[in-house]
């Protein structure tokens, strides 16, 4: 079997090529960003992620299950992370992960430590 060349084709093209139309065109009206960046993947586009984003809106993915994080869904985690032994006189580059906060709780459990619900999630706590 011959890999397909996909230089100079648009994205339908690749797609209907690969015959994927219709199950692509689903994923943006479900708005099923793991199916469409699977779907981008698949017909070799080069940043799957920022043709989704453009296509279904700014989305955030958990970094462990993979799935969507949406605003009025599951508590969820913005974890900033960089170099702990940079310069502190510079601003070290960081790398932002997304997270729901219960697939962060069962993955992030550390030996000594446990992330802190209440602490991050304060207005839910009050009742
Ligand atoms: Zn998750």
Redesign the pocket.
């Given at each position: 079997m011959t890999k397909p060349n996909y230089a100079g084709t648009t994205l339908n093209e690749r797609l209907f090529a690969k015959g994927v139309l219709n199950e692509f065109d689903a994923a943006i009206g479900d708005k099923d960003r793991v199916k469409l960046i699977e779907l981008l993947k698949a017909v070799e586009v080069d940043n799957p992620y920022g043709i989704a984003n453009s296509l279904i809106g700014l989305g955030y993915q958990?970094w462990?299950?993979g799935?969507g994080i949406e605003p009025d869904g599951r508590e969820a985690l913005a974890i900033c992370l960089s170099d702990l032994w940079a310069e502190q006189s510079d601003e070290p580059p960081t790398q932002m992960i997304y997270?729901?906060f219960d697939?962060a709780e069962m993955r992030m459990r550390g030996s000594s430590m446990a992330l802190e619900r209440d602490m991050l999630f304060a207005s839910a706590s009050e009742t």
């Open positions: 958990c462990f299950c799935g997270a729901h697939c």
